[in-house]
């Protein structure tokens, strides 16, 4: 007989290990790419020069990323094509935080850690993102380095992102607790009522298609801390201007965002609908289509593509 605990931490190693395969696929990748670049030089230099690649031009060649820094790679993607979103996708924690000197899992329970699912979540959408030609997706972190909310954010911001989606898992002292909340950019920030759009999106598809429980008045919410750094949490509803700050990915990233949590990984009904790979798989689907949403109601359903490449001709 397979126990619960049984059920619930299979899904996870195989979480796992899907994720250092694909790692592991993308360093090979960049390899190859690199060797490549080499043979051709090589070859080059000897056609041209008669002899040895040594004498060719010191013009600067295209290298692969070095195997070390996997996740700067990821920031620093291919620049967006002529009428397409950036969308930023953060995966929540992962990486060697060096503040505890341990690997930053987030949350965990009953041998599921928060920064698998996110990463799981998050490769998933940016596979689907970058199958539709009129997005550039752009993941922050790939779980193998860990990188500051204000590095994230940075990434963000210099890919120049039309929306960035922070996703994480929630969790309490009590197993009772449960339910989705998405974390807004609030009114104090130019990008507030996009990001409310794009959160009730969020908020409507999970609970109608998974469903999970909100919390609060529509599960759209903003966070504060206070002058002693503690953590304020205010309705969607509340248009009150706050000088507070806020998450600094949220913060920081200069576009629409919002930071889901997605549910409370110490409640068992909300693992169960968010932390397997069918569920990560479904989250990827239901966030993919919510983003499409979101841009259709902005420029009009099929013409993103042209008002986006007037947009970028101005």
């Not at 999970?212 to 206070?226: I, K, M, S």
């Not at 693992?271 to 990560?280: E, G, K, P, W, Y």
């Not at 966030?287 to 259709?296: L, V």
């Amino acid at each position: 007989m397979v126990t619960k605990t049984a059920r619930t931490r299979q899904p996870t190693r195989e979480m796992q290990r899907r994720c250092r395969r694909k790692r592991r696929a993308k360093m090979v990748r960049r390899l190859l790419y690199a060797a490549a670049v080499l043979l051709v030089s090589g070859a080059v230099a000897i056609v041209l020069y008669g002899g040895s690649p040594l004498h060719a031009s010191a013009e600067p060649q295209p290298v692969a990323a070095p195997a070390d820094t996997p996740a700067q790679a990821e920031q620093t993607a291919q620049p967006a094509a002529p009428g397409q979103y950036v969308v930023a996708i953060d995966p929540g924690h992962g990486g060697i935080n060096p503040n505890i000197g341990a690997e930053d899992w987030g949350s965990e329970a009953d041998g599921v850690r928060e920064s698998d699912v996110t990463l799981c979540t998050a490769q998933l959408l940016c596979e689907k993102l970058a199958a539709d030609d009129r997005f550039a997706p752009l993941l922050t972190a790939d779980g193998s380095t860990y990188l500051k909310p204000s590095e994230r954010a940075a990434a963000a911001k210099a890919a120049g992102a039309d929306l960035l989606l922070s996703i994480h898992l929630n969790s309490d002292a009590s197993a009772a607790t449960n339910g989705l909340e998405c974390y807004a950019a609030p009114p104090a920030l130019a990008a507030n009522a996009e990001s409310v759009r794009f959160g009730r999106l969020v908020t409507a598809a999970f609970r109608d298609q998974l469903g999970l429980t909100l919390r609060g008045w529509d599960g759209v919410r903003y966070l504060y801390f206070d002058a002693n750094n503690a953590r304020v949490v205010a309705e969607s509803s509340d248009t009150t201007v706050r000088s507070d700050p806020t998450f600094t990915v949220l913060e920081d990233c200069g576009c629409p965002a919002v930071l889901v949590e997605e549910g409370f990984i110490t409640n068992a009904s909300d693992r169960a609908a968010l932390c397997t790979d069918s569920a990560c798989e479904q989250a990827a689907e239901l966030y993919y289509q919510c983003i499409i949403d979101f841009f259709e109601y902005a420029y009009g359903k099929g013409a993103m593509r042209s008002i986006l490449m007037g947009k970028q001709g101005t």
